[in-house]
């Protein structure tokens, strides 16, 4: 049965889909069954999975709206070795539709829970905004990955969403802990991101990744190549970075 981890964070501009992307493929470079579910409109994270977001004829869309088989939507790219659940814009108008449903917020647990046998990880690439869309993947996971840039911002931001964490495990999904805080886009020259990540360790060291992934050229580059970092440059910083994270995150479940 698959681990399922909803990569998340309330504020865009993080690393969230960087994260779910390079993570799926650097848990499949270690030999691990691996599913990507993009969960965002943007489709960032099925672009940068080597999927073209205009061209998939079945999405997330119609696996909300359960108008296929989840296993007809899954697609495979030539060029990584983690499936992809995709999105597009459709996406958008998945919530609109689901209005009037009475399990609106489970349809992802019941799709993952169809496929969940076939892999041995599931991320889901959830949208920077708390909807239905994040709802639903925060109610298929067992788990929520918090990647966190060392910023000013950064500790209020993340107490507003362990309250929203809080919620859900009351309310939808009582079994939701949480996976852990990773600290993204790295900075040590910075003494503002020094001091951050010091307060981070402070409050939540238990909870905080050993793995930091520091700002780097070539992850932010790889996305527009349709490639994850282990493929563009596996040499690079960032992609042995979330090597690192790969097996941190797999030394814990395996």
């Known amino acids: 049965m698959a681990r399922i981890i909803a ?20 848990m499949a ?18 672009m940068g999975s080597g999927v073209d ?6 999405s997330c869309y119609d696996v909300l709206l359960e108008d296929c088989d989840p296993f007809q939507a899954v697609v495979s790219s030539q060029t990584i070795k983690h499936q992809v ?17 009475v399990d609106r917020d489970r349809r992802l647990k019941k799709a993952i829970g169809i496929l969940a046998d076939n892999y041995d990880y ?47 495990q009351e309310t939808v999904n009582k079994n939701l802990s949480l996976e852990g805080l990773l600290r993204t886009m790295f900075d040590g020259r910075s003494r503002l991101t020094r001091e951050v990540s010091e ?15 520091p700002r780097n050229v070539r992850l932010a580059e790889a996305p527009s190549f349709g490639l994850p970092a282990i493929l563009y440059d ?21």
């Open 29 to 46: 470079e270690l030999g691990r069954r691996v599913l990507l579910v993009d969960m965002d409109p943007q489709g960032n994270a099925t």
């Open 234 to 254: 596996k040499s690079s910083r960032g992609a042995q970075a979330y090597m690192d994270l790969a097996r941190e995150l797999d030394e814990k479940h395996y």
């Open 7 to 26: 990569v998340a964070n309330q504020k865009g501009g993080v690393g969230k889909t960087t994260t779910s992307i390079n993570l799926a493929a650097s």
């Open 122 to 168: 599931i991320f889901i690439d959830c949208p920077p905004s708390m909807n239905m869309l994040t709802i639903n993947a925060l109610v298929a996971a067992d788990s929520v990955l918090v990647p966190m840039q060392c910023e000013y911002f950064a500790l209020e931001g993340l107490s507003s969403l362990m309250d929203t964490l809080k919620q859900v």
């Open 53 to 58: 977001k205009q061209d998939i004829e079945l």
């Open 199 to 213: 307060q981070l360790t402070a409050h939540f060291s238990d909870r905080l990744f050993e793995t930091i992934v």
């Open 85 to 101: 659940l995709p999105s597009n814009m459709d996406l958008a108008g998945a919530e609109v539709h689901l209005l009037e449903a």
